[in-house]
């Protein structure tokens, strides 16, 4: 099973970005699906999740201006990132709870600059 995240690149602040995670390989079913980050010096972080039925978490930082979505048809899982601050600046990772396994994607970085 591997997970294949792309989306990541330079925006400005207050501009928006979407990021993608595809699953593939042999795949029975999928549970929950997260995006996590990281910045430099900090530790690995929610930012939000997503149940297989739908349910959405987010961190308080993120609210109300990502929003976290998933395909199952795809198996694919997203995150739209509206209003970026530089503090949004990290790696992010994409998880996902595959046949009661955690697997993890490889990161793709997001640096809100101007």
């Known amino acids: 099973v591997q997970l294949q995240a792309s989306g990541g690149g330079l925006v400005q602040p207050g501009g928006s970005l979407g990021l993608s995670c595809a699953a593939s390989?042999?795949?029975?079913?999928?549970?929950?699906m997260g995006w996590y980050r990281q910045a430099p010096g900090k530790q690995r972080e929610l930012v939000a999740d997503?149940?297989?039925?739908?349910?959405?978490n987010y961190a308080d930082s993120v609210k109300g201006r990502f929003t976290i979505s998933r395909d199952n048809a795809k198996n694919t899982l997203y995150l739209q990132m509206n209003s970026l601050k530089p503090e949004d600046t990290a790696v992010y990772y994409c998880?996902?709870?595959?046949?009661?396994?955690?697997?993890w994607g490889q990161g793709t970085l997001v640096t809100v600059s101007s």
């Open positions: 998880n996902a709870f595959i046949d009661l396994r955690h697997h």
């Open positions: 997503i149940t297989s039925l739908g349910r959405t």
């Open positions: 390989g042999s795949i029975f079913s999928i549970n929950a």
